[in-house]
Structures are given as structure tokens and as C-alpha cells.
């Protein structure tokens, strides 16, 4: 499995009432990639990939790995950041938009969203919470990126989303093409 992506979830949604004892979760996201596409990634319950919920307060930094002993050098490889561009538009594609007029840069320099509601390239799949359930609560949508070395393969121009069930602390990941 490849790992994807890492995001903080500041708050789960929980039932009115209900308060989380863990209060902040990491969730860790992860594709197949061992041949992409006969995997069935694209699917929430195949196998394909995984997304996992972790409590902040139970991680701990890793040391980072070696550096190179010819040059001395640490390599990372291909990496990418972001950062967060809050904008009112009512759906996911409509920010996007509104982002690429309003900064001049390309759309495939978006990479996704924060919560809301999934704005899908197909029919709504929201996954059920297998312990509960109950439909997930979406966390991220995700674009595949516009670099070739760091894009993420959702089949060529999809979009993935990672979904998370609050009262039984599970998560999802699917994608769409």
C-alpha cells in the first residue's frame, strides 16, 4: 500500500450530546499500488485501499531516516504541501472555480477540500459505517494534483474521498473517474 496523504481531524462528528474522549484523530490514507487499476482502489470495502483514524494524543514522531552514506544527503523524493484557501461558495466545484478566477492560477493546482459534501463525478457512494451503520461523514476530497510526480492515480482526472464515522471512530476512502 502507498501511502497518500495525512490529515489532522480536529473534531469527529459525533451524536448531539456525545463528546469524544480522544478529541483530535489523525487519519492515514493509503492506495494499492502494486498494479494499479486491478485493484479494485477505487472501492471503500474491496481492499484496495485503506484509510485508518488514530488518536493525536496515542502518536509519536518518528526519527528521520538516514542520510545517504556516499553524499550525506537525506532524500525525500517528491513531496507536496498546501495550504488552505477558505472560500462561501455552496459546492465544491463552484470554490474551485471561484479560486482559479480569483488567484489566476490553474484548477489543477486545487487539491481537494475539507469537509462540506462531496461533490461527486458519478452517483453519491457514501460509504456506511461497517460497525454502525450510519452514512459517513465526509473529511477530504481529494484531486489528484498537477505535477506527474506527486499526482495521486484516481483513473485519470478523479477524485477521491475519505470518509469518517465519528461514533465508531472508522474510516473510508473510495475514488471516482
Not at 487499476?37 to 531516516?65: H, K, V, Y
Amino acid at each position: 500500500m502507498q501511502f497518500l496523504a495525512q490529515i489532522i481531524v480536529d473534531r469527529l462528528e459525533r451524536p448531539i450530546g456525545q463528546v469524544d474522549p480522544h478529541g483530535t484523530h489523525v487519519m492515514a490514507i493509503f492506495m494499492c499500488q502494486n498494479d494499479p487499476g486491478m485493484c479494485d482502489e477505487w472501492s471503500p470495502t474491496a481492499g484496495g485501499n485503506r484509510a485508518l483514524l488514530f488518536p493525536a494524543d496515542t502518536l509519536q514522531a518518528m526519527p528521520a531516516p538516514e542520510a545517504d552514506s556516499d553524499e550525506g544527503v537525506l532524500r525525500l523524493g517528491a513531496v507536496n504541501a498546501v495550504s488552505l484557501v477558505s472560500l462561501p461558495s455552496a459546492d465544491y466545484f463552484g470554490a474551485r472555480e471561484e479560486w482559479g478566477i480569483r488567484s489566476g492560477n490553474s484548477l489543477r493546482d486545487v487539491l481537494g477540500q475539507l469537509g462540506g459534501r462531496p461533490d461527486w463525478l458519478q452517483d453519491d457512494e457514501t460509504p456506511s459505517c461497517p460497525d454502525c451503520t450510519r452514512p459517513m461523514n465526509l473529511v477530504a476530497q481529494f484531486e489528484e494534483g498537477p505535477d506527474h510526480a506527486t499526482a495521486m492515480n484516481f483513473g485519470g482526472c478523479g477524485t477521491a474521498f475519505a470518509f469518517a464515522c465519528g461514533l465508531c471512530t472508522r474510516a473510508a476512502f473510495l475514488w471516482q473517474c
